[in-house]
């Protein structure tokens, strides 16, 4: 079983419509959740972070983690074309630098927004 | 502009040969990591480097090679070792309060 587990899609929905993408993980211990964009051929950015459970908004995007279901979340309310990538949902013990850059992604998820 | 460059973006490579992929970063950040991406799966995390002259094996090492001589260069060899280059290769960087990680643009490798 793989530490984190992510739907790898493709997803496709139609322009304005809420999108709801997903992982779930298997160590209790992770306590730093990310989501991260990639554009095709390009390198991932940083979309949202987030520390232990909770909710976190930005503009139309909102990351949740349930600690307890050990799964986390990520919405992108009223979908655009330009939202098409793969979302990667990644995870850590510690802050980034203090264990060697051990982040574990997800496989992630292929998002298409139809006009 | 600050950030992380990779060279080159695409990269072919003969069997049996080795080959070197480029990452450099102005940001001062202290830490530099490899990740290789395969279709369907994650990243996954070949080296790291936390400080100058100092690198640490990560899940996938076998059949690479890394340097870190200066701060903002962070080099990764495939060496013919690696039986399966073919990938998407990834350099990132984090500084010492960063909670997470900045990414290059990528290396297509592929193996002709």
């Known amino acids: 079983q793989k530490e984190v587990e992510q739907d790898p899609g493709p997803l496709s929905v139609p322009e304005g419509a809420i999108v709801s993408l997903n992982c779930t993980y298997s160590n209790s211990a992770f306590q730093y959740f990310m989501w991260y964009r990639q554009y095709s051929r390009k390198g991932p950015e940083l979309l949202m972070y987030?520390?232990?459970?909770g909710n976190k908004e930005d503009g139309r995007f909102t990351a949740q983690v349930d600690k307890s279901s050990k799964y986390i979340s990520l919405f992108i309310r009223d979908s655009q074309p330009s939202d098409s990538a793969t979302y990667l949902c990644?995870?850590?013990?510690?802050?980034?630098?203090?264990?060697?850059?051990?982040?574990?992604f997800g496989q992630g998820t292929e998002l298409s927004v139809k006009p | 502009d600050g950030g992380i460059t990779q060279s080159p973006k695409y990269l072919f490579r003969k069997e049996g040969q080795n080959v070197t992929l480029s990452c450099e970063q102005n940001l001062n950040h202290d830490a530099m990591y490899w990740y290789r991406q395969d279709p369907g799966q994650g990243l996954r995390l070949i080296y790291y480097?936390?400080?100058?002259?100092?690198?640490q094996k990560g899940d996938i090492a076998e059949g690479y090679s890394v340097s870190r001589e200066k701060k903002e260069s962070f080099p990764l060899t495939v060496t013919s070792a690696q039986k399966n280059p073919t990938a998407f290769y990834l350099c990132?960087?984090?500084?010492?309060?960063?909670?997470?990680?900045?990414f290059g643009q990528g290396t297509r490798l592929t193996v002709v």
């Open positions: 987030t520390y232990s459970s």
């Open positions: 480097s936390q400080i100058v002259n100092d690198f």
């Open positions: 990132a960087s984090s500084g010492q309060w960063n909670t997470e990680a900045f």
């Open positions: 990644a995870m850590s013990l510690y802050p980034i630098y203090n264990q060697g850059g051990k982040l574990i």
